[in-house]
């Protein structure tokens, strides 16, 4: 049984649509983190998020935390090819749980 | 900028063979780990450490030994390997790691491939 369960697993868009994946669980999380992995490659942070219904922005990207800090959710707006990805979240409980993944793939 | 560095990048092993992983950080973190990344599961903790010293389980430690003499290497053994123990594997460190310090970022190696046959 994962920790944290990523919504949907797999999905693909094209260019300029906008997108939203969710990070969902029923334990509580000092704080989560968002990364992307590209092929070949260790996942690579894209940010943290420490405050229950707190919002950051990282140019198109989106991130919230839940007010209850149980759950997270990334936003894309108008979505590039360079956005593909997997995109996984990371709770900070008594040890790191990383989600499912959610696998991008946007098509030009 | 080494980072974090893993090897080897790729292995085939057969069924009851063992093997080490091998992990290097050259940031002085105190906070490393390894985790294995089956599809559709994310990444999955097998052991960490939160310093030279101290190592301690994660969810999946079974089949999986671990050291922490040093601050900059973080070995993984299997002792015994399994076709269960197909995966990736990557290391991560960070400055902290653990309830309510969390919030530095992990930095990962580019993974060891790895496939028991």
């Known amino acids: 049984t994962q920790l944290l369960e990523q919504s949907p697993q797999f999905l693909s868009i094209q260019e300029g649509e906008n997108l939203t994946v969710y990070c969902n669980s029923s334990?509580?999380?000092?704080?989560l983190q968002w990364y992307r992995q590209e092929p070949g490659e260790g996942p690579v942070l894209l940010v943290t998020?420490?405050?229950?219904?707190e919002v950051k922005k990282l140019k198109r990207l989106t991130f919230q935390f839940g007010d209850a800090r149980k759950d997270s959710s990334l936003h894309i707006t108008a979505a590039q090819p360079g956005d593909t990805g997997l995109y996984l979240c990371a709770g900070d409980g008594n040890q790191f749980y990383f989600g499912t993944g959610t696998s991008l793939t946007v098509i030009p | 900028n080494a980072g974090v560095t893993q090897t080897p990048k790729f292995q085939v092993l057969k069924t009851g063979q063992s093997m080490t992983l091998q992990c290097a950080q050259d940031m002085n973190h105190e906070y490393m780990s390894w985790y294995r990344q089956d599809p559709g599961m994310g990444l999955r903790l097998i052991h960490y450490s939160v310093g030279a010293g101290i190592t301690d389980q994660g969810e999946v430690p079974n089949g999986y030994n671990v050291s922490r003499s040093t601050t900059e290497d973080f070995p993984l053994r299997l002792l015994s390997a399994a076709p269960s123990q197909t995966s990736v594997y990557f290391c991560?460190?960070?400055?902290?790691?653990?309830?309510?310090?969390?919030?530095?970022?992990?930095?990962f190696g580019d993974g060891t491939r790895l496939s028991i046959l």
């Open positions: 998020v420490v405050t229950g219904g």
């Open positions: 334990s509580v999380f000092s704080s």
């Open positions: 991560a460190s960070s400055i902290a790691g653990g309830y309510g310090v969390g919030n530095q970022p992990q930095h």
